[in-house]
């Protein structure tokens, strides 16, 4: 008699999760499809891809299965997904740059793609953190509580393993639309869910998947991912962190922080730099930044720099004012409104940083990576006023300690400071610009593409292949 058996039930992609993290440890982190992947099946293959579902037959046996493989999709575009959020100006500003440095160096041989997938695929929280990011940094022990109390690791882990088993499935097809030959993440929670996606898809030895960390020396632990091909650190002290946070040396790279090519391939020189943004070119300028929404004591800091770089007994001013609002409309109208005993210029978001700082002696600004790095390149030495606790913190003896600046959160000492640099100290104005030099790093964001592009060339044969293919090759990917 014969006795059918029921075949067990597929897990879902919650109790994968869940269970894995029941284990403990980072193993749901690694590499290794389980036996009952969703695409471990005998027989016909059956495949989801983005929104499209896919049936192929085939048979191992057969002759064709002894096709050319290296030969399919060799010649392709390659297609790079850049996964960023607005939470802060510095990731998509970090995306933006590996995309220009990308389309500069290889042309037409990649396509790029920058996406938040979790404001255009997932649900709350996800697809809220723009906001929530904005509301905490104005309350600034909201986010400090935030930030360190989810470092632990087993914190950030449940928390992460519980919003992939939500949202997993949106994820995936977020992902799957653009069918990437390489993800890049520039936030730190665009790590662990795409990589449970592409380990569930059976993808992780076809997809090139690196991070490239835009925080220069504080850097939130979710930043760490062991299941990254690279992890691309700004700095020796983020790479420090990358080997105590379970990464192999082999996986970091430091090449110093993604900046616009713009700041590594300038062409004109100060002079005729202020000639073109119609700066008075005989006095000294200093740059007064707010970040790109203007925050920070910019008002304050602007008026003292307008008494201080005033010399009453010649009855003339000894530099010159830039004052970058970003999207801060009111304070943009609240400088122009003021009279100025100096030369000032107002200038609200700006998109051709690299020639503001090109033209300017020295800047003032919160504790902003992106900033700094840019400044560095530039030669110009940082007045700190400001940061955001957490991943700015660190930022601070980072240029202090470097000799490219000084942090003060005092209108009034820092206008001091730009005075004193415009007269009788500019030989401590030109050391620091030395230190900045010396700390720069230019070639950082072509060094991180062309590293990228040697990993894609690297995967071999079966990463050429295109998706539509590689949906029923998955048993020898």
């Known amino acids: 008699m014969a006795m059918s058996v029921a075949p067990s039930p597929r897990e879902s992609i919650a109790e994968k999760v869940f269970k894995s993290v029941g284990r403990g440890g980072y193993s749901y982190y690694l590499g290794g499809r389980s036996s009952n992947s969703r695409n471990n099946n005998s027989g016909n293959n059956k495949r989801i891809c983005g929104n499209d579902e896919m049936e192929f037959d085939y048979d191992e046996d057969d002759d064709g299965a002894t096709m050319e493989l290296a ?10 997904l850049i996964l960023m959020s607005d939470t802060g100006g ?24 920058v996406k938040d997938v979790w404001k255009e695929y997932t649900g709350w929280p996800l697809n809220d953190m723009e ?24 914190i950030h882990s449940c928390y992460l393993a519980a919003i ?29 869910i795409p990589l449970w996606v592409l380990k569930w898809q059976g993808l992780q030895k076809k997809v090139v998947f690196v991070t490239v960390i835009t925080d220069l020396n504080s850097c939130h632990p979710t930043w760490f991912h062991p299941g990254v091909n690279r992890c691309y650190c ?15 040396e082999s996986q970091t790279r430091v090449f110093g922080l993604p900046i616009r090519p713009s700041f590594a391939r300038a062409v004109l020189s100060k002079d005729q730099l202020r000639e073109e943004l119609e700066m008075d070119p005989d006095l000294p300028a200093v740059l007064l930044m707010g970040g790109g929404e203007g925050m920070g004591p910019v008002k304050k800091t602007a008026m003292a720099l307008g008494e201080s770089l005033y010399d009453r007994e010649a009855g003339k001013p000894i530099g010159q004012l830039i004052i ?9 109208s609240t400088l122009e409104s003021e009279e100025w005993k100096i030369s000032v210029k107002i200038r609200g978001f700006e998109n051709q940083m690299e020639k503001w700082m090109g033209a300017c002696d020295c800047i003032i600004t919160k504790a902003g990576p992106g900033t700094i790095a840019e400044a560095l390149i530039r030669g110009l030495p940082i007045i700190l006023n400001d940061y955001i606790p957490g991943q700015e913190k660190g930022n601070v003896p980072y240029v202090v300690d470097n000799g490219a600046g ?9 206008a001091r400071l730009v005075a004193e640099w415009f007269s009788t100290k500019a030989d401590e104005l030109k050391r620091m610009s030395e230190n900045a030099l010396k700390l720069a790093q230019p070639e950082a964001v072509f060094d991180i593409v062309r590293d990228i592009h040697e990993l894609a060339e690297q995967r071999g044969p079966l990463a050429r292949i ?11 990917i």
């Open 71 to 80: 030969q399919i999709g060799a010649e392709r575009t390659k297609n790079v």
């Open 90 to 113: 510095g990731h998509r500003a970090s995306a933006e740059a590996i995309r220009d440095a990308f389309k500069m160096e290889f042309g037409d041989e990649y396509r790029i793609f």
């Open 131 to 154: 906001r929530s990011y904005k509301f905490m940094v104005k309350h600034v022990q909201l986010w400090k509580v935030a930030f360190h109390s989810t470092s632990p690791r087993w």
């Open 164 to 192: 992939a088993a939500y949202y997993a499935k949106e994820v995936e097809t977020g992902l799957m639309e653009y069918k990437p030959d390489i993800i890049i993440s520039v936030h730190p929670l665009m790590q662990h």
């Open 234 to 248: 700004p700095s020796q002290e983020v790479a420090k962190r990358a080997l105590l946070d379970g990464l192999d």
């Open 324 to 332: 970058i609002c970003g999207r801060n409309k009111t304070l943009l």
């Open 406 to 414: 000084v942090f003060t959160r005092s209108p009034k000492e820092t």
């Open 466 to 476: 295109p998706y539509m293919l590689t949906s029923s090759f998955t048993s020898l």
